[in-house]
Nanobody, 120 residues
Framework: QVQLVESGGGSVQAGGSLRLSCTASGGTFSWRDMGWFRQAHGKEREFVAGIASYGSTYYPDSAKGRFTISRDNRKRTVYLQMNSLKPEDTAVYYC??????????????WGQGTQVTVSA
């Protein structure tokens, strides 16, 4: 029922920064537990950041210290600030509702994502 549209991706050099946005339309979004995922070509989709409806955040080791997830419920938007980007961060990034704690997507309905390309 909720449609999510990712934006903000682009091409940057290693060490650069990007801020991704995920804007929701339809349904109810303000109290959803949300997460960011990424999928590189030929690899499995992986979780990179999560934020619970009450504000608690979680990051796997691959993102700790470099990525920051936040949300603005008034704007129905979730953000992912990515700093100190590395070539291995190159992937298509997606946002999705998640089960807090497990940080797994609630279903298999994914959007188009936004491409992030990091060059050395």
């Amino acid at each position: 029922q909720v449609q999510l549209v990712e934006s903000g991706g682009g091409s940057v050099q290693a060490g650069g920064s990007l801020r991704l946005s995920c804007t929701a339309s339809g349904g109810t979004f303000s109290w959803r537990d949300m997460g960011w995922f990424r999928q590189a070509h030929g690899k499995e989709r992986e979780f990179v950041a999560g934020i619970a409806s009450y504000g608690s955040t979680y990051y796997p080791d691959s993102a700790k210290g470099r990525f920051t997830i936040s949300r603005d419920n008034r704007k129905r938007t979730v953000y992912l600030q990515m700093n100190s980007l590395k070539p291995e961060d190159t992937a298509v990034y997606y946002c999705h509702e998640v089960f807090v704690g497990a940080w797994r997507p609630t279903n298999d309905a994914w959007g188009q994502g936004t491409q992030v390309t990091v060059s050395a």
